[in-house]
């Protein structure tokens, strides 16, 4: 059964950091492209962060470019979020999502909340 499984959410005051992990079973990760995604109250799911599956090509949404990084580690089959430099809208859960071009509308992890405030 697929499983993505997000952790490393919580709650944070301004500029601080927080590491967020996603672990992945079930499929063959090495050959998918991982994102991080998230979502606040009453707003859309927006893309925030995303990585070919050999690790060799990333992206980021212009809001968080130079304070987050994505990593993966496919001997893990685990894809990281670092975040630093948090600010307060920055607040959303964070959902982890997998996909290729057979499995274009990917898997879905069920999210991990992540609270920036003071």
């Known amino acids: 059964q697929v499983q993505l499984v997000e952790s490393g959410g919580g709650w944070v005051q301004p500029g601080g950091s927080l590491t967020l992990s996603c672990a992945a079973s079930?499929?063959?990760?090495?050959?998918?492209?991982m994102s991080w995604y998230r979502q606040a109250p009453g707003k859309e799911r927006d893309l925030v962060a995303s990585?070919?599956?050999?690790?060799?090509?990333?992206s980021y949404r212009d809001s968080v470019k130079g304070r987050f990084t994505i990593t993966r580690d496919n001997t893990k089959n685990t894809v990281y979020l670092q975040m630093n430099s948090l600010k307060p809208e920055d607040t959303a859960v964070y959902y982890c999502?997998?996909?290729?071009?057979?499995?274009?509308?990917?898997?879905w992890g069920q999210g991990t909340q992540v609270t920036v405030s003071s």
């Open positions: 999502n997998a996909r290729n071009g057979y499995y274009p509308r990917g898997y």
């Open positions: 079930g499929f063959t990760f090495s050959s998918f492209a």
């Open positions: 990585i070919s599956s050999t690790g060799g090509s990333t």
